[in-house]
């Protein structure tokens, strides 16, 4: 029996499917290890499967400790001034916030049930699961710095700050000094 490692008759050597997998997994990889996407596809997924478990423990996902943070830290804030805010559609964020309302974690400010526009607030139960999920939330910093260490911690988010907030004017150029496609 010949060595899985020669040819037979111009053909590509045998290989276990492991070597397979890996060989097409490498080729596939190499096509795409410069593409900032795909990185931060990967990592994003990384952060929001730890942070989702976390926040689960407490019954909310990612997007309701981020909405719960940002009216516990601007009481009466309105839902318009969250949906610009944060990367959120407005319609998206009114189906949260009436499963916050109902969950009795956040409510409207007194005497605005007909308004429309309403201060919201959080409520004593919503305040007190927000420190918990804070606490969750400290834990899963410390997991992402244990991969990271504190100072690449430090220099992503100051990255990822820079990256989030760049608006394209279409009469400038863009740093590589190309010409910037029109908004549509």
């Not at 400790?65 to 944060?86: C, H, Q």
């Not at 959120?88 to 499963?99: D, F, I």
């Not at 992503?156 to 908004?183: H, M, N, Q, V």
């Amino acid at each position: 029996m010949k060595s899985t490692s020669s040819t037979r008759r111009g053909r590509a050597p045998r290989r276990s499917p492991d070597e397979g997998t890996q060989a097409a997994a490498e080729i596939r990889l190499k096509a795409v290890e410069g593409a900032v996407g795909y990185h931060l596809r990967r990592a994003q997924t990384v952060v929001l499967d730890d942070v989702g478990r976390r926040m689960g423990t407490l019954g909310l996902n990612p997007r309701d400790f981020t909405v719960m943070s940002v009216i516990g830290a601007n009481p009466g804030i309105n839902a318009s001034r969250i949906a610009e805010s944060l990367p959120m559609k407005a319609s998206n964020l009114s189906v949260l916030l009436v499963k916050l309302k109902r969950r009795r974690l956040v409510r409207r400010a007194e005497g605005e049930e007909f308004s429309r526009i309403q201060s919201l607030h959080l409520t004593r139960e919503g305040a007190e699961l927000l420190e918990e999920a804070r606490r969750l939330h400290r834990e899963h910093l410390s997991f992402l710095e244990s991969i990271l260490g504190r100072t690449e911690m430090a220099q992503l988010i100051r990255s990822l700050r820079k990256l989030g907030s760049y608006e394209a004017d279409p009469r400038s150029k863009d740093p590589a000094g190309e010409r910037t496609a029109p908004a549509r």
